[in-house]
């Protein structure tokens, strides 16, 4: 392998990657997928809180809802507006959830749409059906991620290995990597299954591993971020919760611009994978 061949090779990579990212803009893609978001994700993580509390308990669910809340608090009430929600969802009627599916598949559609536009290949099936047919395992995802929260993780959210720096800084450092994998198994489904590249392994794992890592790293330090922020609601006429929106939709833009850049990531790999040649000899 020829040391100086390596840079040429990255170059030639990312040089892909960023022709690629300008000819969909990332960025308007990311507010897209945002946009559908908007409509199906509170849906979505209603379904697993209610399917959660019929599992664990509602008191499991609300539990964990208050475990998150002591991280978030702050002036714009996202703790009680969390806490809130998680007591609505434990209990609410069994239609509700067949009636959130609806909005769901709408985000499940947004996603296969939004990942079509950067692909060579055209989607040669209907998306709205794709979207549709794709729904329940949006909400499959939903159903484990909370329930490993509530079963696996819950217990790190009240300092089990003390109340000392290094103690929650251990805490951190299991809850990142605990998440970090959710994270990765969920992404790499994703980019699979909702896109219209048959994405090879091997790109696919790498892709989905980077992308939840600067996920994973980028949600913690939202609480960090939350915490700080200080009349945030000024800007929208002293009115928190029109703050508390804007603040909620604006940190879940750059979660889905980490999933796209990480799709993005994936597809450059399967199309144009890196190989170092040997200089030929003579």
């Known amino acids: 392998m020829s040391a100086a061949r390596v840079p040429a090779v990255w170059r030639d990579f990312f040089r892909g990657l960023r022709s690629r990212a300008g000819r969909s803009d990332v960025l308007v893609v ?3 997928l945002t946009c559908y978001s908007a409509i199906g994700l509170v849906p979505l993580f209603a379904i697993g809180s209610r399917v959660t509390a019929a599992v664990l308990g509602p008191h499991e669910v609300v539990r964990t809802a208050q475990g998150i809340a002591r991280y978030i608090r702050g002036p714009l009430q996202l703790d009680r507006a969390t806490v809130a929600f998680a007591r609505t969802a434990a209990s609410a009627p069994w239609w509700t959830v067949l009636a959130s599916l609806l909005p769901v598949s709408l985000y499940a559609e947004g996603t296969v749409r939004c990942l079509e536009r950067f692909s060579r290949v055209p989607e040669r099936r209907s998306r709205v059906l794709r979207g549709r047919l ?5 909400a499959a995802a939903a159903v484990a991620i909370i329930l490993l929260v509530s079963g696996a993780v819950r217990p790190l959210f009240f300092d089990p290995f003390g109340a000392g720096l290094g103690a929650r800084l251990l805490g951190l450092v299991v809850a990142f990597h605990i998440s970090w994998a959710i994270c990765t198994c969920l992404l790499a489904a994703v980019y699979r299954l909702f896109g219209t590249t048959a994405l090879r392994l091997r790109p696919l794992l790498l ?7 600067w996920l994973t790293c980028q949600t913690l330090a939202f609480t960090v971020v939350i915490r700080l922020i200080s009349g945030f609601a000024r800007a929208y006429g002293g009115y928190a919760p029109a703050g508390a929106i804007a603040a909620i939709t604006f940190l879940v833009y750059l979660d889905h611009l980490v999933v796209v850049f990480g799709y993005l990531l994936a597809l450059q790999g ?5 190989r170092w040649r040997p200089r030929p000899v003579g």
């Open 270 to 274: 399967h199309e144009e994978p890196l």
């Open 30 to 32: 990311a507010a897209a």
């Open 134 to 138: 794709l729904t329940p395992l949006y």
């Open 207 to 213: 892709a989905a591993g980077f992308a939840s890592a």
